[in-house]
């Protein structure tokens, strides 16, 4: 049997109370229906249609993906209203699964056994939670078969008591969908058309209904407003510590690290106390990450240790590098092999040699280091006149003392050593001490002011 997901996206999430269209809301960093969608991918379905509404083109243009084809709901009349805009054309013989954007957590084995229960009829995907409110209830009969599913509005005081809830999701046979959507009306507490009122429908046409539970309870629960986000965040957050654990990484506390995006890790990786990881992450075997480290795209080679409270933003480390505590790497800093920085250094848009250390207190910024470079605390490569930026050139086992201005575009040729203090203007030759600054004076009869009478 051919499948077809369908996906609704199109709702506003008034109880978000946002700008942003629900299901673009981040969840680990990506769009609350990406995660939705990842999970539909899981079911290799024939096709997969997305159906949007609020924030119309802004949800459309986050998803460049080819397997998606869209469908306009212009106006949000209901979830069974939704899936009408995305019917026509579905094969007879399909089945249909209904995903909602805003259920991110759902696993694929809770999917797959929704699939399996459609096999005879058709199928809804339940879950039991401690407090259903707000969700639609699931009424069996006194033989425990489905009848129906009532919305929490329109729910009486004993149907109001079910804790077994509708996730959203279903599977039903593409021809019977067509047929009973076409009977839906929107007489209801909240004047919509419910694609719910379907299952009431089967059942009145003696299709079984069949229901899977959802694997966890978690899994099911919907977001609907900025708590609902939050215990998605954090379920979302304990699936990947969990993933990464069995990868072979140890966290000192699966609780407390954040991956907004991917990473991907080698063997015996240690992750200290609140890292949080955005974008694309590499890190190399044995790699060490202090607490309160920051990496946005970033790849950090075997045996490197990044101590505590680093930045790393767009950048590259090598191999056995020592990086921080309190570094900062901005975009397109790259270092080579064995290569230190040290605290309270800011690096943007050079490369650091091979074993150089830029140990303290410096900034270098469009910069290309050699390797056995030494660059001394208090260094500032200054790169820019307040119009143009320009580069600094240090090459191989150059010396730079502490406190020097390299004023560029400049150039300390290798093996050159800078003497403290200087400030850099024209080339520093090969293999020679430069030094720029005033000459040394003691004043002779000079006296401290005294303070006024
Ligand atoms: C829906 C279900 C409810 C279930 C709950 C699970 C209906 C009538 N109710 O209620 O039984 O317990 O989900 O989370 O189906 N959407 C559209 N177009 C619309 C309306 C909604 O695309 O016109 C989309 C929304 O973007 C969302 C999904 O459908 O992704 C669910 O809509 P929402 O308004 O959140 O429905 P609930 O009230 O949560
Ligand atoms: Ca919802």
């Known amino acids: 049997m051919g499948l077809t997901v369908i996906v609704l996206a199109a709702g506003q999430g008034t109880r978000m109370r946002s700008d942003l269209p629900k299901v673009l809301q981040p969840l680990a960093g990506r769009p609350l229906l990406a995660h939705v969608l990842d ?69 694929e084995t809770s999917l797959q056994a929704l699939r399996t229960a459609a096999a005879d009829g058709m199928a809804l995907l339940s879950a039991r939670l401690e407090d259903p409110t707000g969700y639609g209830r699931v009424i069996r009969n006194a033989a425990g078969l489905v009848e129906r599913v009532v919305e929490h509005n329109d729910a009486g005081a004993d149907e109001l008591k079910v804790n077994e809830i509708n996730t959203g999701m279903m599977a039903i046979p593409a021809g019977r969908l067509t047929e009973w959507l076409s009977k839906l009306s929107n007489d209801n507490a909240q004047g919509e058309y419910y694609l719910t009122d379907v299952i009431a429908m089967a059942v009145a046409d003696g299709v ?66 609140n890292a949080v990881f955005e974008g694309e992450v590499v890190l190399g075997d044995r790699v060490r990450i202090g607490p309160n480290v920051v ?59 091979r074993g150089s250390k830029v140990n303290h207190l410096t900034y270098i910024g469009d910069s290309k280091i050699g390797s056995g470079v030494n660059v001394g605390c208090g260094t500032v490569t200054c790169n820019y006149d307040g119009a143009n930026k320009h580069r600094t050139v240090i090459g191989d086992g150059a010396f730079i003392g502490s406190g020097v201005q390299l004023v560029a575009p400049v150039t300390v040729e290798a093996g050159a ?30 006296h401290r002011p005294v303070k006024d009478k």
């Open 39 to 107: 999970k539909a991918r899981l079911l290799s379905p024939d096709d997969i249609r997305v159906v949007y509404g609020y924030g119309g083109e802004r949800v459309r243009k986050a998803f460049q993906a080819e397997d998606l084809s869209w469908y306009a709901q212009a106006e949000q009349l209901g979830t069974g209203h939704a899936v009408q805009q995305a019917i026509a054309g579905i094969p007879e013989d399909h089945l249909v699964m209904i995903l909602c954007g805003d259920v991110p957590q759902i696993s």
């Open 208 to 273: 079984p209904v069949g229901v899977a539970q959802t694997r966890t309870a978690g899994e099911g629960l919907g977001v609907n407003d900025r708590r609902d986000l939050a215990r998605a965040e954090r379920g979302v957050q304990r699936d990947i510590a969990e993933a990464l654990m069995v990868a072979g990484v140890t966290l000192a506390d699966p609780a407390r690290l954040d991956v907004r995006g991917r990473v991907r890790t080698g063997r015996d990786v240690y992750i200290d106390v």
């Open 295 to 353: 990496l946005r795209d970033a790849s950090i080679g075997n045996d490197t240790h990044v101590h505590a409270n680093s930045h790393i933003e767009k950048s590259r480390v090598g191999a056995g590098c020592q990086v921080g505590p309190f570094a900062r790497f901005r975009p397109d800093a790259e270092l080579a092999d064995g290569a230190k920085v040290g605290n309270f250094v800011e690096i943007k848009k050079s490369r650091i040699g």
């Open 417 to 446: 050593v800078i003497g403290a203090g200087s400030t850099i203007t024209k080339t520093a030759p090969a293999d020679q001490l430069t030094v720029a600054r005033a000459r040394q004076v003691t004043v002779k009869n000079w």
